[in-house]
């Protein structure tokens, strides 16, 4: 019955490299274990219960510590990124015609007007949202 344990865990451990979150990996270990009381006590039922009391030990003990040394900060996209920002306005704004420019951190970006506004050339705006591939603006408080 050991065999079936570890290939079991291998499946376990080929399937972590397709997961996030080292959960499956967990699993792979109390395979593992259940493979090593597999030597000893012939009884599936108990096998069983050893890989499933281990795998929640194993859980529960290790994702305190996982969250510690896995805390993954969320980073915005280039694109929302840019959300709340001030922008200049280097192409008028014209959103009936779905035409205009801004260039926020030294980029140019495609910008329409957040109530279908006009808006000049020169004037500073914010980046209120993202519609597709065009920034949605308005102008600014401080214009």
Avoid at 114 to 132: A, F, L, P, R, Y
């Amino acid at each position: 019955m050991w065999h079936y344990w570890l290939i079991a865990a291998g499946i376990f451990f080929v399937g972590e490299i397709f997961t996030a979150g080292f959960l499956v990996f967990w699993l792979g270990i109390a395979a593992l274990i259940a493979m090593i009381v597999s030597f000893f006590i012939p009884n599936l039922t108990v096998q069983m219960v050893v890989f499933i009391i281990s795998s929640i030990i194993l859980l529960l003990a290790t994702k305190p510590l996982i969250k510690k040394f896995m805390h993954v900060k969320e980073t915005k996209t280039n694109a929302f990124s840019i959300i709340g920002k001030k922008a200049l306005v280097i192409k008028n704004i014209d959103s009936i015609n779905k035409s205009g420019q801004i260039k926020v951190n030294g980029e140019v970006w495609s910008a329409i007007g957040k109530n279908d506004d006009t808006i000049e050339k020169g004037t500073e705006v914010e980046v209120v949202s993202i519609n597709g591939v065009k920034a949605v603006v308005k102008p600014s408080s401080h214009s």
